[in-house]
């Protein structure tokens, strides 16, 4: 069978990314769900998190604020999105979409980014209870292939590494 025609829309791809911790679900389940705990490890290495709002519920928003660290320019990057499904200690499903400080979505064209950063990504983590220890797997929907999709790749391996780390003194 033959196709007419050129496809020139990108092909996506979905980022997978499994990670182990040594702590139980409950704190792990915490640390993705409260902003108190979001905030001592959202962003990439170097990067911090000075503020965060989460209505968690279904339907809920919320509202995530990473900051470049001085010699990338010191700005503030937001996220927000809606949580679309939750089964407390096990899964959490949400969109996620670049975002003014009131937590409004913007065109990642706004704020410099290119043509191949999805305008909306959609995660699911699973939570998976190991006795003393948890592993979480994160997707991301809706990435191209591209350098922004590596960059996504490298950033969110450096937040769970900040993870990981925050979570030995918690």
Not at 134 to 147: A, F, K, L, R, Y
């Amino acid at each position: 069978m033959t196709q007419s025609g050129a496809n020139t829309k990108s092909v996506q791809h979905n980022i997978v990314i499994t990670r182990r911790f040594d702590a139980p679900v409950e704190l792990v389940w915490k640390a993705w769900t409260e902003p108190e705990y979001v905030m001592r490890w959202w962003g990439p290495k170097d990067y911090t998190s000075p503020s965060c709002r989460i209505d968690l519920r279904e339907g809920g928003k919320f509202l995530f604020c990473m900051r470049a660290p001085q010699y990338q320019g010191g700005q503030d990057f937001y996220s927000t999105g809606v949580y679309q499904k939750i089964v407390p200690l096990k899964l959490l499903e949400f969109t996620q979409s670049l975002s003014d400080p009131d937590g409004n979505v913007i065109d990642p064209a706004q704020v410099g980014m290119p043509p191949d950063f999805p305008a909306e990504t959609r995660m699911v983590i699973t939570f998976k209870a190991l006795g003393s220890q948890t592993e979480i797997t994160i997707t991301e929907s809706n990435w191209t292939e591209g350098q922004m999709r590596d960059y996504s790749v490298l950033g969110m391996n450096q937040s769970l590494d900040k993870l990981a780390e925050s979570l030995k003194v918690l």
